[in-house]
């Protein structure tokens, strides 16, 4: 039921915008990469996009964000282009983004609230990944972290501190709204209705023209829909892998790292004596000697503690000074005094008087160097192979932070440097359904980040393995030219000319229904042999049923539609159109605790949270004010997408 809310929003009934800007607003604030700003040399229209109250966002700004959000993009879409993230309103939508943040944080301080220098610092001790081995910040965790996530201290800083601005202002707005009773109870009506209807498919491939076009209509199809024939990015990525074989034999200890420390834990390999009992706490110390009379008379320990009203409790494999920093100096000795199945003399501790029986003592030698030399070795090797492969990797990571290439590390190394196809973003060799090696399957994304022969290091999931890699060569991504991809232009002409006039047929359709025709009747009168109509009818309970299955989209527009209405709905990826004819719609009762009231307002609460925030953030731009510089937003739009001024 609640999967069909999800589901419902998507319809014009329900509140798609409002829980879309939920997502947007916790996308924006609590993970939007933040750049830095400064001038954008060689874009015409002046420095600055906009202006958002004081505060200039600069060209560089945008530029940044824009492939932040495609780098975002494609990790859902991994061959997603800048043009395709542009297309729309797509570099608008980036700019918001942006307004949002720098609206939020002068709001908030024209309004007295802060997020200093403290603050987020104690925000960065939270990170986990900044922690060092013992719990504690550590900055060498904090720097891998951030050398990790391709932040800088700044960029994090301000990530933080504008998401600090974030919870103090829309969350408060948003927590704890509640949705109205009537709205709540109207939303659950509306799952108790059915709908009678019937769809039309018309297929674009029953329109598409079965002719070549002349060169014209071609030439002119590919110039008015370039963005259909864009090539994703290429790039050949040069690699070796590299463990602790590369260390050698530096690894191996020596006679004198296995004495030191041997004597360094002389404590380990001393003797010693563990004992095992069964003990007792009493309150006094006539009781404590009370006790163990009866059990010098004949009763067994549990006896003697079940007279007295007490429980004994059992301990293994205890040394003296265990038992003396848990209980006392004075019962360490009376335990280790007495002697194997034998009672120990009352002693005290914070807690009571102790007795106990010894059941059992294991005396162990002292342990001799040689016995323990292989022992020794192993842990020190192993030490000394974790630090070595992780100096390392810290030396490779500096040398190639310095500029050393990836031909000369491998070489000095002993790597064997093996160099891919042209791969695209998506992991496929491209032209073909082959993969890349499983190997660089981690560091995709960072190699499509990367610069060409940027050599970069990175450990793989083992923990053991690390990977050196660069790009030798990056083909961008760009428009085929027409001679190369001919006969799939071709083909596309024919599937958009055989969507184009499907459109028409659907509006000629729709046409003669609004004009007293049933829908079969009006699907009949098309010269093409379209098949008639599907007949349906749904209620939102049985849409509910589906679960994670996507609903339909004409089912979808079905409800909502006004009964008695008829529509046409366009198919994905130019496939043709539907005619929706919504004929009558029925309506159940609801009952006053029905628990779709409740679910109802659960999940339209959601939305209508969101509404607060959308108008807070609203409210918060028109008082700080915000001002656009049109030919900024066309000359980085035309950089992004390389295009000449």
């Not at 707005?173 to 109205?180: A, E, F, I, N, W």
């Not at 981690?442 to 050196?468: C, K, R, S």
Request: proline content about 4%; hydrophobic content about 40%; cysteine-free.
């Amino acid at each position: 039921m609640l999967t069909f809310f999800r589901n419902f929003f998507k319809t014009k009934i329900g509140l798609a915008l409002a829980l879309a800007f939920l997502v947007l607003i916790g996308f924006a604030f609590a993970s939007m990469d933040v750049s830095n700003s400064g001038a954008f040399g060689g874009v015409a229209g002046g420095n600055s996009v906009a202006v958002v109250g004081d505060e200039k966002i600069g060209t560089a700004d945008l530029n940044s964000a824009a492939n932040n959000a495609l780098q975002r993009t494609r990790q859902q879409d991994p061959e997603a282009t800048m043009q395709t993230l542009l297309a729309g309103n797509g570099l608008n939508d980036v700019l918001d983004d942006l307004i949002n943040r720098y609206a939020l944080i002068a709001w908030g301080e024209e309004n007295g609230l802060r997020a200093g220098t403290n603050l987020v610092n104690s925000e960065i001790r939270q990170i986990p990944a900044a922690r060092g081995a013992s719990g504690d910040f550590s900055t060498d965790s904090y720097n891998i972290f951030l050398r990790t996530n391709g932040l800088t201290d700044a960029e994090l800083r301000q990530q933080i501190r504008t998401s600090l601005f974030f919870q103090q202002s829309i969350l408060p707005s948003v927590y704890g709204s509640k949705l109205p009773d009537s709205i709540a109870t109207t939303y659950a009506r509306s799952f108790k209705e059915r709908r009678f209807g019937a769809i039309a498919t018309i297929p674009a491939t029953l329109f598409a023209p079965q002719g070549d076009p002349t060169d014209a209509q071609l030439n002119k199809f590919y110039t008015d829909n370039r963005d259909r024939f864009v090539r994703p990015e290429r790039r050949i990525l040069r690699y070796a892998t590299f463990d602790s074989n590369a260390l050698g034999d530096s690894i191996e200890p020596s006679d004198a790292d296995i004495a030191a420390y041997y004597r360094s834990n002389g404590d380990e390999y001393a003797a010693r004596e563990l004992r095992s009992f069964t003990q007792l706490i009493v309150p006094t110390r006539e009781g404590a000697q009370a006790i163990a009379a009866r059990i010098k008379g004949g009763e067994s320990f549990a006896q003697a503690a079940a007279s007295a009203g007490l429980r004994t409790t059992t301990v293994d494999a205890q040394e003296k000074a265990e038992i003396a920093s848990t209980a006392s100096a004075a019962v360490a000795d009376a335990y280790f005094a007495a002697a194997q199945g034998t009672v120990t003399t009352p002693a005290r501790s914070p807690l009571g008087w102790h007795i106990a029986r010894i059941t059992n003592v294991d005396s162990q030698p002292a342990r001799t160097l040689a016995s323990v030399r292989g022992e020794i070795a192993d842990q020190l090797r192993e030490e000394n192979r974790q630090r070595g492969i992780s100096e390392l990797a810290v030396n490779i990571e500096d040398r190639l932070g310095d500029g050393a290439s990836l031909s000369s590390v491998a070489e000095e190394l002993g790597l064997d440097l093996q160099t891919t196809k042209p791969v695209t973003a998506s992991g496929s060799i491209y032209g073909t359904q082959e993969q890349i090696p499983e190997v660089l399957r981690p560091v995709l994304n960072f190699a499509f980040q990367a610069d060409e022969n940027e050599a970069q290091i990175g450990a793989l999931p083992d923990g053991q393995t690390f990977l050196v890699y660069d790009v030798s060569d990056i083909t961008p991504s760009a428009v085929a030219p027409l001679a190369q991809i001919r006969e799939d232009a071709i083909a596309q002409w024919r599937q958009v000319r055989g969507e184009q006039s499907a459109k028409a047929a659907a509006e000629r359709i729709v046409k003669r229904v609004e004009g007293g025709q049933s829908l079969a009747e009006a699907v009949a009168a098309e010269k093409k042999n379209i098949r008639a109509p599907e007949q349906v009818n749904y209620s939102r309970e049985e849409l509910a049923r589906l679960q994670n299955t996507r609903v339909p989209a004409p089912i979808a527009l079905m409800f909502g539609m006004a009964k008695g209405t008829v529509k046409k709905l366009e198919g994905q990826g130019d496939q043709g159109y539907y005619v929706v004819d919504l004929d009558r719609i029925e309506l159940e009762d609801l009952a006053e605790n029905d628990p779709l009231i409740a679910q109802a307002r659960s999940q339209v609460g959601q939305a209508w949270s969101a509404e607060y925030g959308e108008q807070l953030l609203n409210a918060m731009r028109a008082d700080v004010g915000v001002e656009r510089n049109p030919d900024a937003i066309a000359a980085v739009r035309r950089q992004l997408l390389g295009e000449p001024n």
